[in-house]
């Protein structure tokens, strides 16, 4: 990701524990490219792994990350909308409403 794309705590994190931030880094590389998902449906994936912990700043991260990847607006909405039976309407609507601080 562009460092001019990143959250300014990221940032400052980076400029505190520059091992620790480039290690994360390369693991997150590494397990992308481990295996035979597509980069957009990794993106998907993560971005419900973040409506599920309730993590704003990464549901705001991996739909910046999904949209560059070539994810429709429709196919994040979906990807959300999926988790209803799982985590529940109003965690999916606080995550909808976060990854809707990216789409528009």
Do not use: C
């Not at 959250?7 to 880094?25: G, I, N, Q, R, W």
């Not at 994040?76 to 988790?83: D, N, R």
């Amino acid at each position: 990701m562009a460092d001019q794309q990143r959250p300014k705590h990221y940032k400052k994190l980076t400029e505190l524990f520059p091992d620790v931030l480039s290690a994360h880094e390369n693991l997150g590389t590494a397990i992308r490219n481990s295996g035979p998902i597509e980069p957009k449906n990794i993106e998907l994936i993560q971005l419900a792994a973040a409506a599920s912990a309730g993590s704003e700043g990464s549901v705001h991260s991996h739909t910046r990350r999904a949209l560059q990847e070539g994810a429709t607006q429709e196919e994040i909405y979906h990807a959300l909308l999926l988790l209803i039976s799982t985590i529940g309407f109003p965690k999916v609507a606080a995550s909808i409403s976060w990854a809707q601080d990216i789409l528009e």
